[in-house]
């Protein structure tokens, strides 16, 4: 099954970096919208951002705005989160999903998104 593969996670300590990057396999991403959501231990899955299939529109979550950047390459069939000044609450198994309806401000509901990553560790401690 056709699916997306993210990469860049690890281990990082408090107010450190990583960008993350959500690769398609099989399929081009050019016509999908693109939702990067997270999961602790012991919490439900949340959504953490999102961008347009043009990369026009993009939208954050209020506890992850003015820290995390969502961008993405079609030529490269990529998008990536930059995230930035990491706190140990941003600690979580992360996860990129495409989906093919135009949503408000980008956000789809999860069930509306076709395609999923395995999703990749995000360890933030010191």
């Known amino acids: 099954q056709l699916q997306l593969v993210e990469s860049g996670g690890g281990l990082v300590q408090p107010g450190g970096s990583l960008r993350l990057s959500c690769a398609a396999s099989?399929?081009?991403?050019?016509?999908?919208?693109i939702g990067w959501f997270r999961q602790a231990p012991g919490k439900e899955r949340e959504g953490v951002s999102c961008i347009s299939s043009s990369g026009g529109r993009r939208n954050y979550a209020d506890s992850v705005k003015g820290r995390f950047t969502i961008s993405r390459d079609n030529a490269k069939n990529t998008v990536y989160l930059q995230m930035n000044s990491l706190k140990p609450e941003d600690t979580a198994v992360y996860y990129c999903?495409?989906?093919?309806?135009?949503?408000?401000?980008?956000?789809?509901?999860?069930?509306?998104?076709?395609?999923w990553g395995q999703g990749t560790q995000v360890t933030v401690s010191s």
């Open positions: 999903a495409a989906t093919p309806y135009v949503c408000s401000g980008c956000l789809c509901p999860e069930n509306e998104h076709d395609y």
């Open positions: 099989g399929f081009t991403l050019d016509y999908y919208a």
